[in-house]
């Protein structure tokens, strides 16, 4: 489909220094980032005391205009169970929300047409076209058809069975896709192995990482935390049912991305309620194990939500934590390899015919070719031929694409990266051989998502796993020109500095909250100095600071 509108924002002031806030008042943007100290991974820290009580969770601080309420329903206390691997989960039916208020009464009124895209209980794995990949373990009970829904996991009331499934419907959900090889782990050994995994990853980053998952049913939310030590923790929310969840996903993603709302909060109420559902229930557990990276494995639906602009009332979730999008941890590259002072394989596209042109993207190759090296090629230079070649050469770890994709729904050969002469079908990206010699990052920086569309989802959450790249970066939505010169210009100088690739995006995305990154006089401001714009591109002053220029980009697969 033909890219939406990319013009500009004017505002009536730039302050582009960040300013220090501890809370969101009703008339100004939200606050400055914090500072985030990292884990000591000297020692093994002790395994903290999990309260076995329903987590209470206090109702979040409204933050939005009048004319924009926060939802008045107030999540109550979720079902929480802590198991240690193998452990019955019985999470405890807890009371339902109070439905009555503004927001609530508009959510009910919602077109619910979104729901009805979304496979039903009994999750679908067949995908038009195409029969889902053998499993790999032949022997395994989720091959022979044991589990063939979210709900018949949950009955097992057990975290081993439960991981196991939710891993395996994932792994054939998106090889059928993808079409490429499933795997199902081995169930007795998947959690340990997992959390093995995190515990060698923190020492060798420094960062404490968690795996989440969020199961949507048609009753409820289920939310699943796989920490690197200790027990792994459940909560079930029935006020997030699927009746109620998915139209606060549309409404968040239509209040951020409507340009008449760019310079407003209208956005916050439906931030701050998923925010509620989603993660509140899990925060002291978060915050008591120390974990600063999430790995969110999320149901269809759920793929498209901006998660970095989730609100709590005080701030957004990015400003507490880095993530990654995966299909499953079980599919998840986790060879860590350090990207900084990595040269980058740059190449992009700001001409076209029928697409809207991207005029700022022969400054953006400029600007990371400046920051981390390698060569650039842009419009005519830029076709398949070129790209194979480069890559070919094995100097590359990271390939940076600037030009229009499009996840479409439907089968995978409609989603699409757009070259010079021709278009890179997803279905095409496994011939790239990306994964020898190993890219590390793939970003693709003018890309775009159909909202609730299954399809698209998997083409946009499965980037990464098909063209064999450890990690892709990409937008959900179109964003406008100059707010993408800006985050990338960031993006690339904050990799820099040895950080992992979550932190990285963290740390560009808070630069833009704070006003750290903008317009101003002609001028690309951003941490690391000023660039001026060439006379070709005329855009007013401005700062980046909303969440349509920054919560689109979305880190899928590796957050390291």
Same mark, same amino acid.
């Given at each position: 489909?033909?890219?939406?509108?990319?013009?500009?924002?004017?505002?009536?002031?730039?302050?582009?220094?960040?300013?220090?806030?501890?809370?969101?008042?009703?008339?100004?943007?939200?606050?400055?980032?914090?500072?985030?100290?990292?884990?000591?991974?000297?020692?093994?820290?002790?395994?903290?005391?999990?309260?076995?009580?329903?987590?209470?969770?206090?109702?979040?601080?409204?933050?939005?205009?009048?004319?924009?309420?926060?939802?008045?329903?107030?999540?109550?206390?979720?079902?929480?169970?802590?198991?240690?691997?193998?452990? #019955?989960?019985?999470?405890?039916?807890?009371?339902?929300?109070?439905?009555?208020?503004?927001?609530?009464?508009?959510?009910?009124?919602?077109?619910?047409?979104?729901?009805?895209?979304?496979?039903?209980?009994?999750?679908?794995?067949?995908?038009?076209?195409?029969?889902?990949?053998?499993?790999?373990?032949?022997?395994?009970? %989720?091959?022979?058809?044991?589990?063939?829904?979210?709900?018949?996991?949950?009955?097992?009331? #057990?975290?081993?069975?439960?991981?196991?499934?939710?891993?395996?419907?994932?792994?054939?959900?998106?090889?059928?896709?993808?079409?490429?090889?499933?795997?199902?782990?081995?169930?007795?050994?998947?959690?340990?192995?997992?959390?093995?995994? %995190?515990?060698?990853?923190?020492?060798?980053?420094?960062?404490? =990482?968690?795996?989440?998952? &969020?199961?949507?049913?048609?009753?409820?939310?289920?939310?699943?935390?796989?920490?690197?030590?200790?027990?792994?923790?459940?909560?079930?929310?029935?006020?997030?049912?699927?009746?109620?969840?998915?139209?606060?996903?549309?409404?968040?993603?239509?209040?951020?991305?409507?340009?008449?709302?760019?310079?407003?909060?209208?956005?916050?109420?439906?931030?701050?309620?998923?925010?509620?559902?989603?993660?509140?229930?899990?925060?002291?557990?978060?915050?008591?194990?120390?974990?600063?990276?999430?790995?969110?494995?999320?149901?269809?639906?759920?793929?498209?939500?901006?998660?970095?602009?989730?609100?709590?009332?005080?701030?957004?979730?990015?400003?507490?934590?880095?993530?990654?999008?995966?299909?499953?941890?079980?599919?998840?590259?986790?060879?860590?390899?350090?990207?900084?002072?990595?040269?980058?394989?740059? &190449?992009?596209?700001?001409?076209?015919?029928?697409?809207?042109?991207?005029?700022?993207?022969?400054?953006?190759?400029?600007?990371?070719?400046?920051?981390?090296?390698?060569? *650039?090629?842009?419009?005519?230079?830029?076709?398949?031929?070129?790209?194979?070649? !480069?890559?070919?050469?094995?100097? *590359?770890?990271?390939?940076?694409?600037?030009?229009?994709? !499009?996840?479409?729904?439907?089968?995978?050969?409609? =989603?699409?990266?757009?070259?010079?002469?021709?278009?890179?079908?997803?279905?095409?990206?496994?011939?790239?051989?990306?994964?020898?010699?190993?890219?590390?990052?793939?970003?693709?920086?003018?890309?775009?998502?159909?909202?609730?569309?299954?399809?698209?989802?998997?083409?946009?959450?499965?980037?990464?796993?098909?063209?064999?790249?450890?990690?892709?970066?990409?937008?959900?939505?179109?964003?406008?020109?100059?707010?993408?010169?800006?985050? &990338?210009?960031?993006?690339?100088?904050?990799?820099?500095?040895?950080?992992?690739?979550?932190?990285?995006?963290?740390?560009?995305?808070?630069? &833009?909250?704070?006003?750290?990154?903008?317009?101003?006089?002609?001028?690309?401001?951003?941490?690391?100095?000023?660039?001026?714009?060439?006379?070709?591109?005329?855009?007013?002053?401005?700062?980046? =600071?909303?969440?349509?220029?920054?919560?689109?980009?979305?880190?899928?697969?590796?957050?390291?």
């Amino acid at each position: 489909m033909a890219p939406t509108n990319r013009s500009t924002v004017s505002t009536t002031t730039e302050p582009m220094a960040p300013t220090n806030r501890s809370t969101v008042s009703t008339t100004t943007e939200p606050m400055a980032p914090t500072n985030r100290s990292t884990v000591s991974t000297t020692t093994e820290p002790a395994v903290p005391a999990i309260d076995s009580n329903p987590l209470s969770i206090a109702p979040g601080s409204t933050a939005g205009t009048a004319a924009s309420p926060a939802p008045s329903a107030t999540p109550t206390p979720a079902a929480k169970s802590s198991t240690t691997e193998g452990e #019955d989960l019985q999470p405890r039916n807890v009371p339902r929300l109070n439905t009555s208020g503004v927001a609530n009464d508009r959510i009910l009124r919602l077109d619910s047409s979104i729901i009805s895209n979304l496979p039903s209980s009994e999750l679908q794995l067949n995908v038009p076209g195409s029969e889902p990949a053998p499993a790999a373990n032949s022997n395994s009970r %989720l091959a022979l058809g044991y589990v063939s829904s979210p709900d018949r996991l949950f009955e097992t009331n #057990d975290i081993q069975k439960i991981v196991w499934g939710v891993e395996g419907l994932r792994n054939q959900e998106f090889a059928s896709y993808l079409g490429i090889k499933s795997n199902v782990p081995d169930e007795q050994l998947l959690v340990p192995t997992f959390q093995e995994t %995190l515990r060698n990853i923190e020492q060798q980053t420094g960062k404490r =990482s968690g795996i989440i998952y &969020m199961v949507s049913r048609v009753d409820r939310l289920e939310l699943i935390l796989i920490p690197p030590v200790g027990r792994s923790i459940h909560y079930s929310v029935p006020e997030a049912n699927r009746a109620a969840l998915f139209p606060v996903v549309k409404e968040l993603r239509d209040e951020i991305t409507t340009p008449a709302k760019r310079g407003t909060t209208s956005y916050l109420p439906w931030a701050q309620q998923l925010y509620k559902w989603a993660i509140a229930p899990l925060e002291k557990d978060l915050e008591s194990l120390g974990i600063q990276t999430l790995l969110l494995s999320v149901d269809p639906g759920l793929r498209s939500v901006p998660f970095a602009a989730l609100h709590d009332g005080k701030g957004f979730l990015i400003q507490k934590y880095s993530f990654s999008l995966i299909p499953s941890f079980s599919a998840t590259n986790t060879n860590y390899k350090s990207v900084n002072n990595t040269r980058v394989l740059a &190449m992009g596209r700001s001409e076209f015919v029928d697409k809207k042109p991207l005029p700022s993207v022969p400054l953006e190759l400029k600007a990371i070719s400046g920051h981390l090296g390698g060569p *650039f090629f842009l419009n005519s230079t830029f076709t398949l031929d070129t790209l194979n070649s !480069e890559y070919a050469k094995g100097e *590359f770890r990271i390939v940076h694409l600037a030009t229009h994709a !499009e996840f479409q729904p439907g089968k995978a050969s409609n =989603s699409y990266i757009q070259l010079w002469n021709s278009k890179l079908r997803l279905n095409e990206m496994g011939s790239l051989n990306w994964g020898n010699p190993q890219v590390d990052l793939l970003v693709l920086s003018a890309c775009t998502t159909a909202l609730g569309d299954r399809e698209a989802e998997l083409g946009f959450g499965g980037l990464a796993v098909k063209s064999g790249a450890a990690s892709a970066l990409g937008s959900l939505w179109y964003v406008d020109d100059g707010g993408t010169l800006g985050l &990338m210009s960031e993006f690339y100088y904050q990799l820099r500095g040895g950080t992992t690739k979550a932190e990285t995006l963290q740390l560009a995305q808070q630069a &833009m909250i704070a006003r750290q990154v903008g317009i101003k006089n002609q001028q690309l401001v951003t941490t690391a100095g000023n660039l001026n714009l060439p006379a070709n591109i005329k855009q007013k002053n401005q700062d980046f =600071s909303h969440p349509y220029y920054w919560s689109s980009f979305t880190l899928i697969g590796s957050p390291w």
